[in-house]
């Protein structure tokens, strides 16, 4: 029986219900799974690695470029609605691809190890492509099985825990693992971040297989109906204009955050911080403060409703860019590392849970993995892309000038958000007496 048996969601009692459930930790198991391998295949530890090993920052971001399959698992999210995964066809649709992606991106991780990319970067390019296509398809499938466990006025909640193991896993994927590379090498960091993902593999087997939507829609069993369809049908229920509009929306939502992401392990080397230091403040600490802003942003939405707190989070996300001009005004002064790292975590946890919950209830559950997969990947594609130019931009510029023109690009969003105000659904009410 799926959680939405279990009664309302609504209110104090509601949204305690809701982060008491088993659905609640096994998606913190799951968020766990998801956000280990995003570092150390697509993020700062990859590309601290990279520096590390000697490699230039304009390197750095084309090979960052390799792990681009999380920019397009809307193409083959279509085979994960319709059909499980031969091999592990037993567990169910959802669980099935759940396992067989959670033992990729295994694989990939301890394949990641064995390279030595300052001899040739060939094999690590070759097996981030393998773990990055891994890491996409769990995270579309664990994206499909948290909107299908839960009714949409639970879904604040299980983004909460979802993000609290998704940065738990990124805590262990930097901290860790640099704590790992400073003081037992690279291998033993990998090897060891690969073994961590029995847990999330341990978490799909003991799990329950959501039960299937009821079909709002005739499905068709052609070409169609596998992948075009869930595509027409998110435009049949909300216009051309505004659906485009959506999607664009959705595309510029994290852009200030998603353009720095590739240029932040090598600002901090270059900011003469150690790989210690690094861990330290930007994945021990930093990644608490992010925990605790996804919680706030949980509860926010919950409170309030979608369209106040997308305005908060977009200020915050752009504001909190310019917390590292600080940091490069002040090399090596870690208060100044603290207080950079405070303010970026804090807000992209918040606005992480806000987008998480947004896009849910844009979502047609005839069609979760595929029209969720679309819109992550169209939240991440277009930061991406600029940041894998992103070492060329510093190089031609410089640091600061990066920070603050990563900044000013909320401008656009902001203004696409004044025109969809009064467009937007709010399907969770404000918190009321439960």
């Known amino acids: 029986m799926n959680d939405a048996a279990a009664g309302s969601y609504k209110g104090w009692h509601g949204i305690r219900r809701a982060f008491g459930t088993p659905s609640a930790f096994t998606l913190l198991l799951l968020g766990f799974g998801s956000g280990l391998p995003f570092l150390l295949i697509a993020s700062m530890t990859l590309s601290t690695r990279l520096r590390d090993v000697g ?5 750095i971001g084309l090979i960052s470029l ?7 698992k809307f193409l083959w999210a279509p085979l994960i609605d319709r059909y499980a995964f031969p091999l592990t066809a037993f567990l169910g649709r959802r669980r099935s691809w759940l396992l067989a992606s959670q033992l990729g991106v295994t694989a990939g991780l301890a394949a990641l190890a064995l390279t030595r990319p300052e001899m040739d970067v060939t094999a690590l390019v070759v097996w981030v492509l393998i773990a990055s296509f891994a890491g996409a398809t769990q995270d579309s499938a664990v994206d499909a099985y948290r909107i ?5 006025d639970a879904q604040a909640a299980l983004a909460a825990t979802y993000t609290l193991g998704y940065r738990i896993g990124l805590i262990l994927a930097g901290a860790g693992a640099l704590y790992l590379a400073e003081f037992r090498g690279w291998q033993t960091a990998y090897l060891a971040m690969a073994a961590l993902m029995l847990l999330p593999i341990l978490a799909t087997l003991l799990c329950r297989e959501p ?24 435009f049949s229920t909300n216009g051309l204009v505004l659906g485009l509009a959506l999607l664009v929306f959705v595309g510029l939502f994290k852009f200030p955050d998603q353009v720095i992401g590739v240029m932040a392990g090598p600002f901090y080397l270059d900011s003469g911080y150690s790989k210690a230091d690094i861990a330290t403040v930007s994945k021990l600490y930093g990644v608490w403060m992010g925990i605790a802003g996804a919680f706030l942003g949980g509860v926010a939405v919950a409170a309030f409703g979608f ?3 997308l305005f908060l989070a977009a200020i915050g996300v752009a504001v909190s ?9 002040y090399p090596s002064q870690i208060w100044a590392f603290y207080a950079a790292i405070s303010a970026d975590n804090l807000f992209q946890g918040f606005a992480g849970v806000v987008l998480i919950a947004f896009m849910s209830s844009l979502t047609d559950r005839n069609f979760t993995a595929t029209q969720y997969a679309l819109l992550v990947s169209l939240a991440n594609l277009p930061g991406k892309f600029v940041g894998g130019l992103s070492g060329y931009i510093v190089e031609a510029s410089s640091y600061v000038a990066f920070f603050v023109l990563s900044a000013l690009t909320v401008v656009p969003t902001l203004m696409l958000l004044l025109w969809l105000w009064g467009r937007i659904q709010e399907p969770v009410r404000p918190l009321e007496q439960g």
Not at 66 to 72: G, K, P, W
Not at 148 to 152: L, N, S, T
Not at 211 to 226: C, K, L
Not at 321 to 329: G, I, R, S, T
């Open 55 to 59: 490699l230039d920052l304009g390197s």
């Open 66 to 72: 390799a792990s681009f399959f999380y920019l397009l």
């Open 148 to 152: 299908e466990i839960a009714p949409v």
């Open 211 to 234: 039960v299937a939507p009821e079909a709002t829609v005739q499905r068709r069993i052609d070409f169609f109906g596998a992948f075009w369809q869930p595509f027409s049908s998110f």
């Open 307 to 309: 369209r106040r707190m």
């Open 321 to 329: 860019n310019l917390a590292f001009v600080l940091m490069a005004q």
